[in-house]
């Protein structure tokens, strides 16, 4: 019989205890997919905006979200705009936030991950997705 790997590579101290919400901000439809199948194991909601602004507002009716994965590459405010707006509310300006991005990196790049408590740099696996979310949720 054949056993799942990355079943073993999954911290096992991450419960639905300590993930209320997970709200992923991305403007592709198919990446929503990848995270659903991907964060499903940990047994909480993960809703899902297409920009920024859609996020501010799912995050505004869902205050028990308690991590933000967001691109930075988005037509509709950008993640670094959507990262300010969250850290200026201080009801939010505690939730880590994963910025995801490209290899290529720009100067306000440099900046969201400053203000990010992790990042992911596409193209990224699962593996790396889990180590994302299990070295900011305690």
């Known amino acids: ?13 991450i419960t639905k205890a300590n993930l209320n919400k997970i709200l992923i901000v991305d403007d592709s439809a198919g990446i929503h ?4 199948i991907t964060l499903a194991r940990y047994k909480c909601p993960i809703l ?12 505004a009716q869902n205050p028990d979200v308690n991590l933000l994965i967001v691109d930075m590459n ?9 990262i300010w707006r969250v850290k200026e509310h201080e009801a939010f300006s ?26 992911l740099i596409k193209p990224f696996t699962s593996t ?3 180590a994302a979310v299990a070295s900011h949720i305690s």
């Open 1 to 13: 019989m054949r056993t799942n790997n990355m079943n073993n590579t999954i911290p096992q101290q």
């Open 33 to 36: 997919q990848i995270y659903q």
């Open 48 to 59: 899902t905006a297409l920009n920024g602004l859609d996020g501010l507002s799912i995050l």
């Open 74 to 82: 988005m037509l509709r405010m950008n993640g670094l705009e959507f």
């Open 94 to 119: 505690n939730i880590p936030i994963i910025a995801v991005m490209s290899r290529v990196q720009n100067e306000d790049w440099q900046e969201a991950i400053q203000l990010a408590a992790g990042v």
């Open 128 to 130: 790396e997705i889990h």
